[in-house]
């Protein structure tokens, strides 16, 4: 019987005393890459702010296509007479944004 009570302290005592290992997540590196999904929508649904911003940031250019994310930044892509497409990006309340 003491050798039982004996074991059972000496059992407890060892588990007791087991080392925790806590990892260090600190240094880890999680890099999130998501893609925007941008949908093509008509001219007429490009909000007045945006048109009024590349009226005044692009003069001569015009509005070819339009697109929108979640977040309400818009995707356009202007022409302008002799020069390639361009593609700006516009919030909602008409300030352009780098993508």
């Given at each position: ?47 007045q702010a ?6 005044e940031d ?31 990006y516009y ?9």
């Open positions: 019987m003491k050798r039982m009570l004996m074991s059972a302290a000496v059992a407890a005592l060892f588990l007791i005393n087991v080392p925790v290992q806590a990892r260090d997540y600190s240094d880890d590196v999680v890099i999130v890459q998501s893609q925007e999904e941008y949908i093509e929508i008509g001219l007429e649904e490009v909000p945006v048109k009024n911003a590349v009226e692009y003069s001569g250019s015009e509005i070819e296509k339009a697109a929108v994310n979640e977040q309400e930044v818009y995707k356009l892509e202007l022409k302008s007479e002799g020069e390639e497409n361009s593609t700006v919030t909602k309340d008409g300030e352009e944004i780098e993508e």
